[in-house]
């Protein structure tokens, strides 16, 4: 069991999607995330240890490469389509209640920023990772956070923008949900964003890439 696991961790951390998939060349033909979680699936593997001890230790020892410089956007891509892939076969037990995810989490790129590719992976990373996530895409209002708050209201929610010019609507986001619920915890990232940006506008936390969001809930 210990070993189908291992495996299934190793194949999400290279982006081995299925046996079709011919990345990476050394496992070409080899079995890939999808038929693994399904092995471990028929072996009465508890879908949460599958979650737990497979598909996210391959996730985070991805998101620790790249956090280190020896991995990089491709990288974690292939790693969270592998990851997503394989949590397609878990989904059923999620619907059931035998894996309950961690939490809600509202994202979206900020007003006038159109650039998605950081957000679309934290929400790959943070999907993978047990989140029930609401992806509000890009270009969102301060009153779209609001709404989708009063929707979810235990959420956090996570702010991305790529422009310095963008980066300044974060603020307005963050006074008008806190208004709405000052215990909403919001953070943010981006490229041009810093710690020190976010203290000043009142966020709870800045992540400098997708990988820390969700080791911070871990």
């Known amino acids: 069991m210990d070993k189908l696991l291992e495996q299934l961790a190793h194949v999400v951390e290279v982006g081995k999607i299925d046996k079709n998939t011919p990345y990476p060349p050394e496992l070409k033909d ?85 650039h998605d590719i950081g ?31 009063d929707e979810n209201p235990q959420c956090i929610i996570g702010l991305s923008a790529l422009l310095t010019t963008t980066m300044l609507s974060m603020e307005d986001v963050i006074k008008a949900v806190k208004y709405r619920n000052p215990a909403t915890q919001v953070f943010i990232g981006g490229a041009p964003l810093s710690q020190e940006f976010a203290n000043k506008i009142g966020a709870d936390g800045f992540f400098a890439d997708p990988h820390s969001l969700a080791v911070h809930f871990n």
């Open 30 to 114: 080899k079995d890939g995330a999808s038929e693994l979680t399904l092995q471990a699936i028929a072996q009465k593997i508890d879908p949460q240890k599958i979650l737990n001890n497979g598909l996210m230790p391959g996730m985070k020892r991805i998101g620790e490469k790249f956090s280190r410089g020896e991995a990089f956007i491709p990288n974690m891509l292939i790693a969270a389509k592998a990851m997503n892939t394989a949590m397609v076969h878990l989904r059923p037990f999620f619907l059931a209640g035998s894996i309950k995810p961690k939490g809600t989490l509202v994202l979206g790129t900020v007003k006038g920023d159109l």
């Open 119 to 149: 957000k679309n992976l934290v929400k790959m990373i943070m999907k993978g990772d047990g989140w029930n996530v609401v992806d509000l895409g890009t270009d969102v209002s301060s009153e779209k956070f609001v709404q989708a708050l």
